[in-house]
């Protein structure tokens, strides 16, 4: 009852705004008021709790210390303060989340590459970041690399187990993929010569070579795949009652510029995206 309160809170307060602009605000007021009574009254008892999953996948979302950290990280824990969801993050391996995602009720998971495969499985709200599919080489092996021409699609790529970045690598036509459990296996096994290109989001990669004791001056791009939007995941069988609450705190922050402040403190650079968009079998 709390959280969807809350939602139409935050949707009467955003309908005021609108009204202060406009004028007239007596009888419009009485009008959104009178209505908001109304769906406050035919509020489910009890909306779901969610058990919320992330990944290692710094700087989107990490370990450091005892706590969690990132950017969705730091998002997801302001959208919980705003709609009043006391649910613990759990970092786990991406296996494990994504498994958990599509069997089990009531998952959010974060962060989700869009594609449209999983817009047929899921609800996808966002999105939070953008990124960009990037095939990486060690310094140094770019040119020799570009200069096999098609044959390049014969040399195997490195990814992380259940990656969108390993399907794109696929799409566009390379055979042979190389994976493991872990962007930081995986940029490990590049730096020791197993294998030639490695597929990967940029927002990350700096972070996940920093932790291998590397530098993105230690690697190189070969080429771009894809342009990757980065979303909230809720499970087929969470309510959608439950989704537009998250959803609609989320507009709220890109409105009043909290979600622009998280996005530039992690990405800087980065363009934040400030459309919210809710797709997939819950899907607008």
């Known amino acids: ?10 949707q009467l307060r955003s309908v005021l705004q609108h009204t202060a602009r ?3 605000q007596q009888g419009l007021l009485a009008f959104v008021l009178a209505l908001w009574a109304a769906q406050v009254m035919a509020l489910p008892a009890n909306p779901a709790e969610l058990t919320i999953y992330t990944e290692d996948w710094p700087p989107i979302s ?3 210390g005892d706590k969690l950290d990132g950017m969705a990280v730091e998002l997801v824990q302001a959208l919980q303060k705003r709609i009043g969801s006391n649910a613990a993050i759990q970092l786990v391996p991406w296996n494990r989340g994504y498994k958990a995602l599509l069997e089990d009720p009531n998952v959010l998971l974060f962060t ?3 594609s449209e495969e999983r817009e047929k499985i899921m609800t996808l709200v966002g999105p ?3 990124s960009r599919t990037v095939l990486y080489t060690r310094k140094g092996n770019a040119a020799r ?3 096999l021409g098609d044959d390049l699609y014969q040399v195997a790529v490195g990814a992380y187990r259940g990656s969108i970045f390993a399907d794109a690598a696929m799409k566009k036509g390379f055979q042979t993929l190389d994976l493991a459990a872990t962007p930081q296996v995986v940029a490990k096994m590049l730096m020791m010569g ?7 989001g940029n927002v990350v990669v700096p972070s996940v070579l920093k932790d291998i004791g590397y530098t993105i001056q230690d690697v190189e791009r070969v080429m771009v795949l894809d342009s990757l939007e980065l979303y909230l995941a809720f499970s087929p069988k969470t309510p959608l009652s439950t989704i537009k609450i998250w959803e609609e705190g989320l507009r709220q922050m890109k409105k009043d510029g909290s979600f622009q402040k998280i996005h530039q403190k992690w990405l800087p650079g980065e363009t934040p ?6 797709l997939g079998l819950t899907g607008n």
């Open 1 to 10: 009852m709390a959280q969807s309160f809350r939602l139409l809170t935050l």
């Open 22 to 24: 406009w004028g007239r």
């Open 62 to 64: 990490f370990k450091s």
């Open 112 to 114: 989700v590459g869009r």
């Open 128 to 130: 939070l970041a953008i």
């Open 145 to 147: 690399l570009l200069g």
């Open 194 to 200: 197993r294998f030639d290109l490695w597929a990967d």
């Open 273 to 278: 995206p400030i459309e919210t968009l809710r």
